[in-house]
């Protein structure tokens, strides 16, 4: 027998003006989007600029710290045999 994972999910109500109703409502439209996927699509992409962010906040405490190395591109074709 043949099963398929269930995806559990929860809603989120959000409370917005009248305009920005509109606007997240066009902009959906205008996108090919449900309003739904289009906030569930800008949410995925705010979390992902945090990610980042917090990699660049990871690298910039190593580099203080002084545990960053450069290696020139001349130097990483030689040790990759290149």
Do not use: P
């Not at 190593?62 to 020139?72: F, H």
């Amino acid at each position: 027998m043949k099963t398929e994972a269930v995806t559990k999910t929860k809603n989120l109500n959000i409370r917005t003006s009248v305009n920005e109703y509109s606007a997240i409502k066009s902009i959906a439209k205008f996108n090919g989007q449900t309003m739904s996927g289009f906030v569930l699509n800008l949410v995925h992409d705010y979390m992902d600029d945090l990610e980042d962010i917090k990699a660049v906040d990871d690298y910039e405490k190593a580099k203080a710290r002084g545990d960053v190395e450069y290696i020139s591109w001349d130097q990483v074709q030689k040790d990759l045999d290149l």
